[in-house]
């Protein structure tokens, strides 16, 4: 059997390595789909190499990436069928990352007979561009909703929606996962200041604001120092924000994915307090390491974390409400570990990521061609 794999629409390995996130998906998925299949094509939307993100021997003799080019993503969704028309006839099943790479899918499947599997992982249109993207976008997931013949969804909440709009026999449960190993508990030494750490894209949807708020209201009470790790359009305001509240805030530049577990182990908490999340892989991550988590009180949050169990939700609506649950961390060390324990052994039992990803090459090879 052969898969071909479809990132989200503008992706590619480059798009990922921007956060750091490129050696996620070479070492979680890359290298247990070339074991599980004779051969895997990956068609970016991106002019880029393998080469350029991995020297790994097998991966270079059994995964295939097939460069884009300089047009329009949305363009290149029709364009890609036709340039590669030949590979995607090799494919016995098609992998889409989100399903707003789906429409190169729907045109394999209707030319040339490939079935496909799509992840709907996030509310899309919230995170929408412009009208027009917003547009696009949902008539896009339409399509590869319908033509999909599997759907994995990574909360029951997502696939509710799912299920109400193309049944319930498409859908498929499957949470994003964590390498577990790589994300472990490790211990740090005891220390004055207290750090309290975010990790992700700085932008306006994650209410980055909030964390600064809360350390402001903490002043006094305890020694914080807030780290930001990763980049985005919010930097600027947020450095300033910092500056005019006097909190103490370090900003780390986007590392590589690898790197991530020494922030975590030796963060005090672990802060997301986003407006919305669909299933967020480092939360799972903040989770596996041991760190006590505190997150917004939204969907994507709320699917991972048992409040009071392993780790702390807030209400977004109560401006005191983060500060409140950043001092009942720091208050309590014990305690803290305590949540990061529980956070540790929930993330192993429910998302190791080598488990559920040889559940996703499972749902692949029975929905597979059986003559590719």
């Excluded at 270079?60 to 460069?67: F, G, K, S, T």
Aim: charged fraction near 25%; proline fraction near 6%; aromatic fraction near 8%.
């Amino acid at each position: 059997m052969v898969l071909g794999l479809l990132p989200a629409i503008r992706g590619g390995l480059g798009e990922l390595a921007k956060t750091g996130q490129h050696s996620r998906l070479i070492d979680g998925y890359f290298k247990p789909y070339a074991r599980a299949f004779e051969a895997v094509h990956y068609f970016s939307y991106l002019d880029e190499s393998l080469s350029a993100y991995t020297t790994d021997p097998e991966l270079a003799a059994r995964v295939r990436l097939h460069p884009g080019g300089h047009w329009h993503p949305w363009a290149y969704g029709f364009v890609m069928p036709l340039r590669y028309a030949r590979e995607l006839r090799q494919c016995s099943i098609l992998r889409v990352f989100q399903v707003t790479g789906a429409l190169p899918a729907v045109i394999a499947k209707r030319r040339f007979g490939v079935p496909f599997v799509t992840t709907y992982g996030f509310w899309y249109g919230r995170l929408a561009r412009s009208p027009a993207t917003s547009a696009l976008r949902r008539g896009v997931e339409t399509l590869g909703l319908r033509a999909a013949d599997g759907v994995i969804v990574t909360t029951p909440e997502l696939g509710a929606h799912v299920a109400a709009r193309v049944g319930d026999a498409k859908v498929h449960l499957i949470p994003n996962g964590v390498d577990t190993a790589r994300f472990a508990p490790a211990p740090h030494a005891a220390r004055s200041a207290r750090t309290v750490l975010y990790v992700g894209r700085l932008s306006t949807e994650k209410n980055l604001g909030s964390i600064v708020d809360a350390a402001a209201r903490l002043a006094g009470r305890f020694d914080l120092r807030l780290m930001f790790v990763g980049d985005g359009p919010a930097r600027a305001d947020l450095e300033a924000e910092a500056r005019r509240r006097s909190v103490a805030a370090e900003f780390v530049p986007v590392v590589e994915h690898g790197r991530v577990p020494a922030f975590l182990t030796a963060a005090d908490a672990f802060v997301l307090p986003s407006y919305t999340e669909g299933h967020p892989k480092i939360l799972l991550e903040a989770m596996s390491a041991g760190v006590a988590c505190i997150a917004s009180d939204v969907g994507g949050n709320r699917a991972i974390i048992e409040p009071g169990v392993t780790g702390l939700l807030f209400d977004l609506r109560d401006p005191s409400a983060l500060a409140a649950a950043l001092a009942r961390v720091l208050d309590d060390p014990a305690g803290a570990r305590a949540l990061g324990e529980r956070a540790r052994a929930r993330a192993v039992e429910r998302y190791d990521l080598t488990r559920l990803v040889a559940e996703e090459i499972d749902l692949l090879k029975r929905l597979a061609r059986a003559d590719r």
